[in-house]
């Protein structure tokens, strides 16, 4: 059987520094600078990462989903209010808005880019609606000149999720978590800049917005040393800081392997659709590749296609050494666990589409022109050996 493909090669992303970061790691343990409150590594990764995205503030927590719970707080998010999100995503974005009291409304998703519709965004908005959450899915960024038109008629907060996007921009180069009032990012392993553990950041532009986020990851702690607020123990610690340093200056580097990467996947899967037609007359594509509109930088840290019969082509590429992932199988309003909000089936139809058809190829820094090569070769022959041409 051929090497196994994996769908991620995490190794690879430390390789180049692993030893230097060590070394650092050896020192650290005789300062004992852990924990991000004091930490002057911490406080210089800060400033760095709010240098790359384009802000004035750039606040570490430890987590993306705290970075999303701090921050819908510091803007007053609680019982009775609403907050607008998509269906299609990871349950943290709704969760968060659960533990203060407050109600997810969802909306529907586009089916090409997967990013949330900006129109059902606006058909959603109540006068309980207290901020928007626009989710950048799979490392591209949304229609943000949109949504925050709509934000601004409404006059309401944004907070954007860059878990999966972080180095997205626009067409005119502001970065993902620079455009709305908050941007709150994870720096889970697998990310675009992945830390070795959790990890997370806010980032914002408005000064009393970041001062707030600053007591409320230390348990609401000023700078006086007084508590005058209730906050949380969320703080980015010192090994995980030293450790996303190393990787931030190599970062567009790697975002620029995952989308020639990407570009290749592109390239070979509409080869195989034309080659279909010629040899079968098929008129559509059968694998739907991810689309990118106008000049919005894509990050592909997910290159996710739609597949017919999604889940027994998986299962046929696992047979053959290539490993996939499903992003995400059951759309947040039919996840068991918001069961309570009272959403049903088929409210959301782009979303529910995606969940049956969504699958993400290996598209990681470092992946050989070759084992793209040969993933896309396995896809083309599910294709031809099953019942979807004609």
């Known amino acids: 059987?051929?090497?196994?493909?994996?769908?991620?090669d995490l190794r690879s992303t430390h390789a180049d520094f692993i030893q230097g970061y060590l070394k650092e790691l050896e020192n650290l343990f005789q300062t004992c600078d852990f924990i991000g409150a004091s930490s002057k590594r911490v406080a210089a990764f800060e400033e760095h990462f709010a240098r790359y995205?384009?802000?004035k503030h750039a606040l570490g927590v430890n987590s993306g989903t705290d970075a999303l719970l701090l921050a819908l707080d510091a803007l007053g998010v609680g019982h009775g209010d609403e907050v607008i999100l998509p269906a299609f995503g990871f349950i943290a974005t709704a969760d968060?808005?659960?533990?203060?009291?407050a109600r997810p409304v969802f909306v529907d998703v586009q089916p090409d880019t997967f990013n949330v519709n900006p129109e059902a965004i606006e058909a959603a908005i109540t006068e309980r609606t207290k901020a928007i959450i626009p989710v950048h899915l799979f490392g591209q960024i949304c229609d943000m000149d949109a949504i925050m038109a709509i934000a601004e008629r409404h006059k309401l907060p944004v907070v954007e999720d860059v878990a999966q996007a972080c180095g997205a921009a626009t067409a005119d180069g502001r970065r993902a978590g620079s455009i709305g009032t908050f941007g709150a990012f994870s720096f889970y392993p697998t990310k675009n800049i992945g830390a070795a553990g959790d990890a997370g950041i806010v980032t914002t532009n408005d000064d009393a917005l970041a001062e707030k986020i600053r007591?409320?990851?230390?348990?609401?702690?000023t700078t006086a040393g007084t508590f005058e607020c209730i906050g949380y123990n969320s703080r980015l610690d010192t090994i995980q800081a030293m450790y996303l340093a190393h990787k931030l200056p190599e970062l567009d580097d790697n975002l620029l392997d995952r989308i020639e990467n990407a570009k290749l996947y592109d390239t070979l899967l509409a080869e195989v659709d034309r080659s279909l037609e010629i040899r079968h007359g098929e008129r559509r594509p059968l694998i739907e590749r991810p689309a990118v509109p106008g000049d919005l930088r894509h990050t592909f840290n997910l290159y996710t296609i739609k597949a017919p019969d999604r889940d027994r082509l998986k299962a046929c590429l696992a047979q053959r050494g290539i490993q996939t992932a499903i992003y995400y199988p059951t759309p947040l309003h039919t996840t068991p666990a918001l069961a309570f909000l009272g959403y049903k089936g088929g409210q959301f139809p782009v979303a529910e589409e995606c969940a049956r058809r969504c699958l993400s190829l290996p598209v990681w820094p470092g992946l050989k022109r070759q084992q793209i090569q040969r993933v896309v070769h396995e896809v083309r022959e599910f294709?031809?050996?099953?019942?979807f041409i004609g």
């Open 1 to 8: 059987m051929a090497e196994t493909i994996p769908f991620i």
């Open 53 to 55: 995205i384009g802000v």
């Open 96 to 101: 968060v808005i659960v533990r203060l009291g």
């Open 215 to 221: 007591r409320f990851r230390d348990h609401g702690r």
């Open 383 to 387: 294709l031809e050996n099953n019942t």
